[in-house]
């Protein structure tokens, strides 16, 4: 006779332990994961706002490897630190845009109405304001700079360089 094969009981299903994560844990570890994954690529904003060898003439990068440098080494020992000359302090934003006895000596964004170019330019008064450094004249290159800068907004610190 005939007999029904008989079938073996299915395994009951082992007992989710407890320190098995469920579904919803994986799913939100993968997200974490994949998060991280992106974070930890070198963002574009991040490699844009590095100091970079050609900063843009309206930042302070530029300001003070480019700028700053050749304040330092014409001018300061004239207007800056206890040195004012001609009313001019040219160490912060504030002094510079404050001016000396002539009044204002830049416009940001217009170098060539600005008085500090023209003096620099030796294209200013033979006397009062002298030409700038009063015994010297300071490179094309060095002159471009300032005149770049002076064009793109005069972008400094207020506080004195360290
Ligand atoms: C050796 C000292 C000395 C150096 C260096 C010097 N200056 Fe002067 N500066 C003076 C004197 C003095 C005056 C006032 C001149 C006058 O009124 O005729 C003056 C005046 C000025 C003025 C006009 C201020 C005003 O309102 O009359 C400007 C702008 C100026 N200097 C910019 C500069 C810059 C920029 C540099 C560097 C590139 C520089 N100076 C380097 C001595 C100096």
Known sequence: MFRKPHIAPLAAPALQSPSTP???????????????????????????????????????DFYNHHVLPILQT???RCHGGFNHRGGLNI??????LKGGH?????????????????????????????PMPPKSKISDADIATITQWINAGAIMPDTPPQ
């Open 102 to 130: 002539d009044g204002t000596v830049i416009i940001p964004g217009d170098a060539s109405k600005s008085l500090l170019v023209k003096l620099i330019r030796h294209e200013g008064p033979a006397n009062d304001p002298m």
């Open 74 to 76: 014409n001018c300061y």
């Open 22 to 60: 469920n579904r919803a844990t994986l799913t939100l570890a993968t997200i974490a994961l994949a998060a991280a994954a992106i974070l930890w690529q070198p963002s574009p904003v991040a490699a844009s706002t590095a100091p970079s060898q050609d900063p843009a003439p309206n930042t302070l």
């Open 91 to 96: 160490v912060t934003r504030a002094g510079l």
